[in-house]
T-cell receptor, first 112, second 113 residues
Framework: AQSVTQPDIHITVSEGASLELRCNYSYGATPYLFWYVQSPGQGLQLLLK??????LVQGIKGFEAEFKRSQSSFNLRKPSVHWSDAAEYFCAVLAGYSTLTFGKGTMLLVSP | GAGVSQSPSNKVTEKGKDVELRCDPISGHTALYWYRQRLGQGLEFLIYFQGNSAPDKSGLPSDRFSAERTGESVSTLTIQRTQQEDSAVYLCASSLFGSNEQFFGPGTRLTVL
């Protein structure tokens, strides 16, 4: 069965510093991978997705993620974090034909 | 255009009561999903509707949970005889046929006392 692990429950980053959120997946076939962001009281917003092709994918709000098959990873990065990036981030893998399997999320805190 | 909407935004109920949660998908989206998000957890898949096909109910945690969808529009998630462990945020998402991108609503926060 497919699974997603986000090893960091909380991460604190200084504003302007770089960010990397880790995601490892387990899936038998070529995965379709997603990163979502959830701000307090909001639904999930898609940041970026990987289906095939270039392993470095660009998303909205200056985020990018790199798919590494050898490490079963899909880490999310941003070169310079803004205070408005404080939110919870979820990595997900597409299971079967349509349903998403999510990690437990990483809460990003941004310090001044 | 309008996104996915859900109502109510918050629901407080007593243990043992039944609740209904509503989801209005984006117009034209044939696929509709329900997920549950318990505190400190990721999202758990509950049920998936695609057009007029039989729904995928494989994620429903017990027979107290059921969902219906009228054609390609509104869906209702019903929880009967609610228990405290049902307390969670229930999220609905929709997508176009053949698309892997799901658009999420703001969720309904259910609290069972």
């Amino acid at each position: 069965a497919q699974s997603v692990t986000q090893p960091d429950i909380h991460i604190t980053v200084s504003e302007g510093a770089s960010l990397e959120l880790r995601c490892n997946y387990s899936y038998g076939a070529t995965p379709y991978l997603f990163w979502y962001v959830q701000s307090p009281g909001q639904g999930l917003q898609l940041l970026l997705k990987y289906f095939s092709g270039d392993t470095l994918v660009q998303g909205i709000k200056g985020f990018e993620a790199e798919f590494k098959r050898s490490q079963s990873s899909f880490n999310l990065r941003k070169p310079s974090v803004h205070w408005s990036d404080a939110a919870e981030y979820f990595c997900a893998v597409l299971a079967g034909y349509s349903t998403l399997t999510f990690g437990k999320g990483t809460m990003l805190l941004v310090s001044p | 255009g309008a996104g996915v909407s859900q109502s109510p935004s918050n629901k407080v109920t007593e243990k043992g009561k039944d609740v209904e949660l509503r989801c209005d998908p984006i117009s034209g989206h044939t696929a509709l999903y329900w997920y549950r998000q318990r505190l400190g957890q990721g999202l758990e898949f509950l049920i998936y509707f695609q057009g007029n096909s039989a729904p995928d109910k494989s994620g429903l945690p017990s027979d107290r949970f059921s969902a219906e969808r009228t054609g390609e529009s509104v869906s209702t998630l019903t929880i009967q005889r609610t228990q405290q462990e049902d307390s969670a945020v229930y999220l609905c998402a929709s997508s176009l046929f053949g698309s892997n991108e799901q658009f999420f609503g703001p969720g309904t926060r259910l609290t069972v006392l």
